[in-house]
């Protein structure tokens, strides 16, 4: 995240406009190394803005809630991708995954893995950052913060065609995905709704955990961070891979505690 320097005159950089900021920082320092990962770190860019456009127009409930559940969200994803450009190991598994994925790889592809492990993995820990343990107690409240989740799809609806464009033009797109542009934008829009629904449940989930103790907090992340890692091997199927997302789902769901625990003993 950016932060005006000590002594700099004028109002600080509004939260989003920040993290805007840092993603291009990144984007003008990535090495060639991990060139592959610029056509994700685009897309984020671009996506974070329109969250930051939809912020201006007042489309959520409580505006700057979201803003600072976006600028958290996007922490994460910077966090991670400044461990794996310093080389220093610190990265979550999915994060991990989709850093070494092949370079050889479709954008289309490599934009995926990033969602995967920015949504199924970052998001839920992202609410929890923004959401104390005395708001889960306020139905009334919950049910807003559920409302502006919800929110977060129409502003990622509003992308997928121009993402999908975007993806085109980079030549991340075969013939066959152009005759298919239109049922692969029905696809992305179902799966992506179907991603953030699992994300709450799995928010819900985490919650329970945070006030069973930083132990089963651990645990529970644990699980998630493995289901999230898991999910990456379905990704790198052939095949179309956003009809088949649309069909079989792209989030992940953490079990209950009790099956959670029962399946660990198991191993």
């Known amino acids: 995240m950016t932060y005006p320097s000590p002594g700099t005159s004028g109002p600080p950089e509004p939260p989003i406009a920040a993290a805007l900021a840092g993603m291009q920082e990144r984007l003008d320092r990535l090495p060639t190394r991990l060139s592959h990962l610029r056509v994700f770190l685009s897309t984020y860019q671009r996506t974070t803005r329109a969250v930051g456009a939809a912020v201006e127009r007042a489309s959520f409930e409580d505006p700057d809630w979201v803003e600072r559940w976006d600028v958290f969200f996007a922490d994460l994803y ?21 850093f070494s994925a092949s370079p050889a790889l479709p954008p289309l592809r490599q934009v995926l893995l990033g969602i995967n492990a920015h949504v199924n ?9 923004v959401i104390s343990s005395e708001d889960f107690t306020d139905p009334v409240l919950m049910d807003r913060r559920r409302r502006d989740h919800e929110r977060i799809d129409k502003v990622l609806a509003g992308r997928v065609a121009a993402e999908g464009d975007e993806l085109t033009a980079t030549g991340g ?34 919650q329970d955990a945070r006030l069973a103790g930083p132990q089963e907090y ?6 998630l961070e493995l289901l999230s890692a ?3 091997a379905d990704l790198l199927r052939p095949g179309q891979v956003l009809l088949r997302l649309a069909v079989s789902g792209f989030g992940v769901s953490l079990p209950p505690p009790d099956l959670a ?3 660990r003993e198991k191993r």
Do not use: C, M
């Open 173 to 206: 797109a075969t013939v066959l995905d152009r005759l298919l542009k239109p049922l692969n934008r029905l696809g992305s829009k179902r799966f992506l709704r179907e991603a953030r629904q699992k994300v709450w449940h799995n928010t819900i989930e985490l």
């Open 121 to 129: 993995y970052d998001l839920p820990q992202a609410l929890l950052a």
């Open 78 to 98: 910077l966090t991670a991708l400044d461990a794996e450009i310093a080389g220093d190991g610190q990265v979550p598994r999915p994060w991990r995954l989709t």
């Open 230 to 232: 898991a999910k990456i």
């Open 261 to 263: 625990s029962s399946l």
């Open 218 to 223: 651990a645990v529970r992340l644990a699980e």
